[in-house]
């Protein structure tokens, strides 16, 4: 009912810049949070950033000062700025979106992935 679209990712080198995109849509009836996550090879899958709806976001230690994420609320999508990637920073970034649909039940979603590799 709810579908996650990411897009953004790719090859960059250390130092570099990447945008990441993801876009919410079905039948939504209102999001609380959107954010991202990651995974990297033989690694769980953790918390890049999240931003609330109408609140602050919160990051990772490993990404503050490089990442920046922010959200349209008008169009359901949420983006995360990286900068100064570093190789740590290779890994499948997922979006994530949980909020409450138009028949009133909660939903928790995750787009299908987007990968992120930077190497020299």
């Known amino acids: 009912q709810v579908q996650l679209v990411e897009s953004g990712g790719g090859l960059v080198q250390p130092g570099g810049s990447l945008r990441l995109s993801c876009a919410a849509s079905?039948?939504?009836?209102?999001?609380?949070?959107m954010g991202w996550y990651r995974q990297a090879p033989r690694k769980q899958r953790e918390l890049v950033a999240v931003?609330?709806?109408?609140?602050?976001?919160n990051y990772a230690d490993s990404v503050k000062g490089r990442f920046t994420i922010s959200r349209d609320n008008a169009e359901n999508t949420v983006y995360l700025q990286m900068n100064s990637l570093k190789p740590e920073d290779t890994a499948v970034y997922y979006c994530?979106?949980?909020?409450?649909?138009?028949?009133?039940?909660?939903?928790?979603?995750w787009g299908q992935g987007t990968q992120v590799t930077v190497s020299s």
């Open positions: 079905g039948s939504i009836f209102s999001i609380n949070a």
């Open positions: 994530n979106a949980v909020g409450v649909t138009t028949a009133r039940s909660r939903f928790n979603t």
């Open positions: 931003i609330p709806s109408g609140g602050t976001a």
